[in-house]
Structures are given as structure tokens and as C-alpha cells.
């Protein structure tokens, strides 16, 4: 487990479309690239499907990061999947921004089946983000 | 106040059919209060009045009313309306809009905390120009009208509705609000909070969301929830516990305006029916302006539009996703 007592490790649920950001993170893995084990990976049928509610219940129960991640636009298995997902986290992180929720703890990516590459380049940036902005206190 | 030549138009709408049920206000026990009245036939419309103190958006009740109503509406109450009819729970021509006169709507609490008098006490309140006259027993005090109407009446250019967005206009016009404008306060205090830290802002809604007592009365009173099961209810899953901590008052509040948003048109009714004085016109004027400069949609504007979360364009913003 990376929660060791000496030295706190940030944890990032991450919700991955399993058309092409799964597939990025699979890629990722199998070509034995490395990055960061911060992130709790939840398969979702497309960016479409992450309700806001995933964000602030798993913010709620005391997650550091989430990074939610789809197709690039105009590659979504079901179109428009993904152009309505981006609609919805405009609003999603207003509010989450003006109720004071660290920006660096939300993070959005179009990750797709090809970019293994980009795939370790987000999670390392997030991790970093979140591992900046510290333990999730908020809710305590 | 003068609604006496007006009961024969209203009465005129009963009579060729066109509503079966106006949804209006009465006057409540205390002066300093309104409360929604339904009336179903034209003898009782003499119970209608119009008052300083119609703070109540009444479109909420247009989600639960069947047949043909006939609302009467404040001009800020319309786009609510409208909202409806983007979101496809309403058809114009299925209800009639009875537009009034807006006097501007007195704030009770600012008004007592003003005059030093009880609310029970004062027998009668009423605006005369710029100045709202109270009486009790023998007395009278007078307070200048600025003082104690609601802050959104503050900022309010617009008293009485214009003839194309309503089927009738009763009132005299004579005793619209004629004050100056003044900037909207809540305008200003979404700024303040806007240039504070996230930490700071956080301990703000945290101390505010902690008075919450989730009598759901936001919901509730929203014209455009019109959900007829709403998330809160659902207990399988529990997407939000039932607890009033404040911690899933936070959530609550989030999951509530995140579900109005691109229909929240600020009409500031979540804010009216708070029993416990949560700021969330602040929340929903921040939202709106999102909606407005992220989406180039204005809610409640334009009755043909399409809702901005039921629709996209391919160049939306993604500034912020890597």
C-alpha cells in the first residue's frame, strides 16, 4: 500500500473512458512505460457518463485528486459523448471553483487509445498537482 | 391596493374559458405578508390583491397546475417562465400570463429591523413614492423606500413587463417603482469572493452551509426544478446522505445548483424561501454568468432556445482540459 505512515502519498481517482483513455492507461502499462501509483482508475463507458456527483462525493469522502479523462473531441465512440461531458464539467468546475474547492485537484484530459506516451505525462502532472495542494482536510 | 377595475378583465378570462385557475396572491394574516391563492372560479377574485410584499416567484406552481391557468407574474418572475418553456415543461399557449405593476417588493426583515416596530404590531404598510408609510395603532412612521425593498429590487430597471411577453397587464402604472437604479449588492459581494483565496472562500460557504438545516426549501420553492423524484430522494444509491452535516450540505447545495444550472435564471426565490439567510444568490449569480459567457446563452431569454446542457458546439471552451 503507498499510504506508509512516514510519507503521505496523494490519492487520485481517475475516471477513464473505455474507448480511448482506459485503452491509453492499458497501453501505458503494457509497453512497461512507469508512472506515478497515485491513481485509483474506475473504467466508465465514456466521459459522458461521469456525473459531477462521482466528483463531489468522492471529494466528499476524503479524495486528494480526480482526473477525469475521454476521447478527443470528434473521436467519441458515441459522437457526442464527449462534447457533452465538456459542457458539463465547464459548470462542474465553476462551482467546485467558487465554493473553494483548489482547482489542483480537479484535472480534465483527452487521453486516446494511442498515447500511452500522453497518458504518463497527465498522471504525472496531476499527481504532482494534487501531491502540491496536500491532503484533501477540506471535509474535516 | 387598486385592483378594482381590473377584477372585470380577470373575470372577463374566466368567462370566455381561457383559464380555469389564476394563481395569484392574498393578502396573508399579517400586513407585512402575501400568500399564494388559487382561484378556481371568477366570484372568488375579489380575494386578489396587489401588494409591496408579492416577493413570492409563483411560476414554481405552474409545474404542479393542470387545465388552463392563468398566472399573474412580476416582470423579474417571467424568465423563469421561459425557462420552462426552453426546457420543454411549458407551452405558451397553454397558460396565460397575467403581467402586474411592480411596486418593487418590500424586504419585511430589512423593514422592522428599521423601523424598531414588531411585525404583529404594524397595521398597515404601503408605498407612497419614494417612502413606504407604516401605521400602528394611531402612529405612523415613515422609511425611505430604498431602504427596505429586497436587494433585487435594488437593481431592477424593469417594474413593469412589456406588453409582448404578457397576455394582460393589470395594475395602474402609475405606482411602478420609480427609484434610481443602484448597482445589484449581490453583484458586488460575488466579486469579493471572487478575489479571495479558495481556502477563504471555502471557510465562507463552509460557515454558511453549516446554518443549513435541509428543509429542502430551495428545491422546493425553484421554479425550474421541476423533477417529479429528486436525487436527494434517492436512497439506492445514496447520492447524498439525508444528514444535515455540513459537509453533505455541501454536496447538496453543489448537486442542487449544478442540476439548475443553464435553467437557473437568478430569480433569487432560493434565496427568498432560505429560512436560515444562506447567501445562494451569490452561488446562482455566479452560475448564470457562467452559463452566459461560457455558452453564449442567456436563461430565460429566448423561448425558442435550446438549453445549454442538452446541446454543444464543437468549439466549445476546453482551456482547461490537458
Known amino acids: 500500500m503507498d499510504d506508509n505512515q512516514d510519507r503521505w502519498e496523494p490519492r487520485i481517482v481517475s475516471f477513464l473512458c473505455q474507448w480511448c483513455s482506459y485503452n491509453g492507461a492499458d497501453l501505458a502499462g503494457s509497453s512497461r512505460m512507469k508512472y506515478p501509483a497515485n491513481l485509483r482508475i474506475i473504467r466508465v463507458p465514456c466521459s459522458g457518463r461521469v456525473d459531477p456527483m462521482f466528483v463531489m462525493k468522492a471529494l466528499r469522502n476524503g479524495i486528494d485528486g480526480v482526473l477525469i479523462s475521454g476521447c478527443h473531441p470528434g473521436d467519441c465512440h458515441y459522437n457526442e459523448g464527449n462534447y457533452n461531458a465538456r459542457r458539463k464539467f465547464v459548470i462542474l468546475r465553476d462551482l467546485l471553483d467558487f465554493i473553494g474547492v483548489d482547482p489542483a485537484r480537479v484535472h480534465f484530459s483527452w487521453v486516446s487509445a494511442s498515447e500511452g506516451e500522453k497518458f504518463v505525462e497527465v498522471v504525472k502532472e496531476v499527481t504532482e498537482a494534487v501531491r502540491a495542494a496536500g491532503p484533501n482536510e477540506m471535509f474535516d | ?322
Open chain 2, 1 to 322: 391596493m387598486g385592483l378594482t377595475k381590473d377584477i372585470s378583465r380577470l373575470k372577463k378570462l374566466f368567462e370566455e374559458g381561457r383559464i380555469d385557475l389564476l394563481i395569484g396572491y392574498e393578502q396573508a394574516t399579517l400586513p407585512h405578508q402575501t400568500m399564494p391563492c388559487f382561484i378556481k372560479s371568477a366570484d372568488n377574485l375579489e380575494k386578489l390583491v396587489l401588494s409591496p410584499f408579492m416577493a413570492v416567484n409563483l411560476v414554481h406552481y405552474l409545474n404542479e397546475a393542470s387545465g388552463k391557468p392563468g398566472l399573474i407574474i412580476k416582470r423579474c418572475d417571467i424568465p423563469s417562465v421561459i425557462g420552462l418553456i426552453q426546457e420543454g415543461m411549458l407551452a405558451r399557449d397553454k397558460i396565460v400570463l397575467i403581467g402586474v405593476v411592480c411596486p418593487g417588493s418590500l424586504d419585511w426583515e430589512k423593514l422592522f429591523r428599521k423601523t424598531g416596530w414588531k411585525a404583529e404590531q404594524t397595521t398597515s404598510v404601503r408605498i407612497d413614492k419614494d417612502k413606504v408609510i407604516l401605521e400602528c395603532g394611531g402612529q405612523s412612521k415613515q422609511v425611505a423606500l430604498a431602504d427596505v425593498l429586497m436587494d433585487k429590487c435594488l437593481a431592477c430597471d424593469r417594474p413593469v413587463p412589456s406588453e409582448d411577453m404578457v397576455d394582460l397587464l393589470i395594475g395602474d402604472p402609475a405606482t411602478a417603482k420609480r427609484i434610481p437604479v443602484t448597482a445589484s449588492p449581490a453583484a458586488e459581494r460575488i466579486a469579493e469572493l471572487e478575489k479571495m483565496s479558495p481556502a477563504q472562500r471555502w471557510a465562507f460557504w463552509k460557515k454558511e452551509l453549516q446554518k443549513c438545516i435541509r428543509c429542502y426549501a430551495c428545491k422546493n420553492s425553484c421554479p425550474v426544478c421541476y423533477c417529479t423524484r429528486c436525487t436527494v430522494e434517492i436512497n439506492n444509491p445514496r447520492w447524498v446522505s439525508p444528514a444535515n452535516d455540513w459537509q453533505d450540505n455541501v454536496v447538496y447545495q453543489l448537486m442542487r445548483l449544478d442540476h439548475v444550472a443553464g435553467r437557473c435564471t437568478n430569480c433569487g426565490e432560493c434565496t427568498r424561501a432560505c429560512p436560515v439567510g444562506i447567501p445562494l444568490n451569490l452561488f446562482t449569480g455566479r452560475l448564470f454568468n457562467t452559463v452566459v459567457e461560457s455558452f453564449d446563452f442567456v436563461p430565460g431569454q429566448d423561448p425558442a432556445a435550446k438549453p445549454p446542457t442538452l446541446c454543444f458546439r464543437p468549439d466549445d471552451r476546453e482551456d482547461f482540459i490537458k
